[in-house]
């Protein structure tokens, strides 16, 4: 069952086209700007693993990172878990990569937390109206639960508080650690290669 439901979700993703007239690119469409290349590596194990300052876009160390404060959203500001770091996956109904990495994420939450990499996964829908997100859930009712921001005239100027340019694309990535310190943004879709760098960071006091 899960893995019919996960199978959705990527024949949706093949379905959706990235709106023309939004405001924001999804990454991977033909013009959207290319991530800047991460080439700073170390092996472990046989895995490349790469460091937060190559990983990340924007990266903090602990003593200098700000508290991760959301952009103003629709309904309740959600608590976070005590003692655990937080992964925010930016997304948007329109966005095809998006939609697509979404069963990705709700497997590797899973397969770390069996390896006691424990976190929250948080997903902030950006769409501009609401009804958007309503309309889309009740089409997939087994879309994990959302944020939503309220108002997304205010994206740009919170994307670039959390050290993105206002023209930054989705999905974007943001891993906020136990003592709710913003301490990296990454810009763009992940995929497997990416899995033993977040393990890394997650695993991080």
Not at 4 to 17: D, N, P
Not at 86 to 91: D, E, F, K, Q
Not at 188 to 198: H, M, R, Y
Request: hydrophobic share 40%; aromatic share 8%; proline share 7%.
């Amino acid at each position: 069952m899960k893995e019919k439901r996960a199978m959705k979700y990527i024949k949706l993703g093949s379905l959706i086209a990235c709106t023309a007239v939004a405001t924001l690119a999804c990454k991977g469409e033909s013009g959207a700007p290319q991530m800047q290349q991460r080439v700073v590596a170390v092996q472990d194990k046989g895995a490349t693993v790469h460091g937060p300052e190559t990983f990340c876009e924007a990266y903090t160390p602990p003593k200098k990172a700000a508290a991760f404060r959301y952009p103003e959203l629709l309904g309740s500001t959600p608590k976070a878990s005590a003692g655990t770091w937080r992964w925010v996956n930016v997304w948007a109904t329109w966005c095809k990569p998006c939609i697509e990495e979404i069963p990705t994420l709700l497997k590797w939450k899973k397969e770390l937390g069996k390896e006691g990499v424990n976190f929250d996964l948080q997903f902030l829908s950006v769409d501009e109206k609401a009804e958007d997100l309503t309309r889309f859930r009740a089409l997939h009712p087994s879309l994990p639960p959302t944020l939503q921001i309220a108002d997304r005239s205010e994206l740009g100027a919170w994307l670039e508080r959390i050290g993105l340019g206002q023209s930054a694309s989705i999905p974007i990535q943001i891993f906020v650690d136990a003592q709710q310190k913003l301490r990296c943004v990454r810009g763009g879709a992940v995929n497997k290669d990416d899995l033993p760098s977040i393990k890394a960071l997650l695993s991080h006091p």
